[in-house]
């Protein structure tokens, strides 16, 4: 029988919608097929007619790709040629080899370096992939594409744990301590490694990404009881006096404008007034969240039209980290224990809304969720509350 090939998107369908499956080599001679892995992943959609497509590195993968198909090709016809049985190990182990050889020579932190500019992620996602790459280049272990294993990632984790926060020479004159990494932030590096590595998986630089044996070992910290602001807070915040126009009076009115729309920092910086249309006495929008795209539908409040009002109908810019700086002064100045950030008033948001027995579903709306699941944690948060105040009761129950 006339041996045939073809090179095939995962024979066993086995890879899920929007994940990378493996782009296979399929030999049939006498009846039956053999199958080989080129170590190239894509998506379904990147691979047609026996081709890498719509992909930027996708000249590179197809000629990796060719390199392993004419070595199959070789060995099987070298079987047939002889009379022997096809060894399918046999070419397995010599097809590894190759595809070993036609790596890219670069080392894995040198790949690092050129694909972050290439992740397809806004550039407020993207930079928190650079000091992945500092961190990783300081803990000297990962460097190589060997280096890629699960009990090197568990190391990495280790390290970053044991590792404190740089600080200015100035505060460490003054007898500031510095700090250690928080949970938040550790497993902020692993999620960006973790994302950096399925896409080496894909692109066949490695066989397997570790964290896949590592699922729910690295946690992001206590995100199940998100802090907030009181009532009490919220109108501290708002009443504080401070001299218009100065960045703290700035910083504060974006807050507000936050705290009164439940929108995220990156929405709030990409507001535009002119997508709002006045419906029923109040100005209403329903648009999508530029981190993930996911919809969600706002209403301005008079707290935010204050703001603004007193910015002409645009909102205040502040790049995130002067911003967030600016509220820790905020909270010393209105007495607040709570860490101010940018993120708090989206929190503060959900619980208000959510204390003002606004169904939950809505809420979900409100905030641009994916999931009500994580509309449910701010829920968890009242939840707390409500038994604080029968703990209190309970006290003065007398026997």
């Known amino acids: 029988m006339k041996k045939t090939t073809a090179l095939m998107f995962d024979h066993r369908n086995r890879t899920k919608p929007g994940h990378a499956g493996p782009v296979e ?13 080129t170590g190239v992943k894509v998506l379904r959609d990147e691979f047609v007619a026996g081709r890498v497509v719509n992909t930027l590195c996708a000249d590179k993968l197809n000629e990796r790709i060719a390199i392993i198909y004419e070595k199959v090709l070789s060995l099987i016809n070298e079987s047939i040629d ?19 050889k036609v790596r890219d020579g670069n080392t894995l932190l040198d790949w690092i370096h050129e694909q972050i500019p290439l992740l397809d992620i806004k550039d407020d996602t993207r930079k928190h992939y650079y000091p992945l790459e500092d961190r990783l280049r300081e803990f000297g272990k990962m460097r190589r594409w060997e280096d890629v294993t699960v009990e090197r990632i568990c190391e990495f984790d280790a ?25 938040a932030g550790i497993y902020n590096y692993h999620k960006c490694l973790k994302a950096l590595l399925n896409r080496a998986d894909r692109f066949g630089k ?7 044996r590592l699922r729910g070992q690295f946690k992001r910290g206590d995100k199940d009881n998100p802090e907030y602001l009181t009532d009490d807070e919220m109108s501290r915040i708002r009443k504080l006096e401070l001299p218009v126009g100065s960045a703290l ?9 936050q705290m009164y729309t439940g929108l995220a920092y990156s929405d709030a910086q990409a507001f535009d007034f002119s997508a709002y249309k006045m419906v029923s006495g109040s100005w209403q929008y329903i648009g999508q969240r530029v981190k993930t795209g996911v919809p969600y539908v706002s209403e301005l409040l008079p707290p935010a039209v204050e703001v603004l009002e007193k910015y002409r109908g645009t909102v205040p810019k502040i790049g995130n980290a002067d911003y ?16 101010m950030h940018s993120h708090l008033a989206r929190h503060t948001f959900a619980t ?23 509309t449910q944690r701010y829920a968890k948060v009242i939840a707390t509350s409500v038994y604080e105040d029968f703990g209190k009761v309970r006290k003065k129950i007398k026997p």
């Open 352 to 374: 208000w809304m959510l204390a003002n027995d606004v169904k939950i579903e809505n809420v979900k709306q409100m905030l641009g969720h994916k999931s009500i699941v994580t």
């Open 249 to 257: 009076d700035v910083a504060r009115d974006l807050f507000v404008f």
């Open 25 to 37: 080599i399929r030999v049939t001679h006498e009846r039956r097929s053999y199958y080989f892995d």
């Open 159 to 183: 390290w970053l744990h044991s590792r404190q926060k740089p600080i200015s020479d100035a505060a460490r004159l003054a007898g500031v301590k510095p700090k250690r990494l928080s949970d």
């Open 82 to 100: 002889t009379g022997k049985a096809i060894d399918t190990e046999m070419i397995k182990r010599q097809v590894w080899q190759i595809k070993e």
């Open 324 to 339: 967030n700086h600016r509220l820790k002064e905020i909270g010393r100045l209105t007495g607040i224990e709570v860490r």
């Open 206 to 212: 490695i066989e397997r990404n570790p964290y896949e």
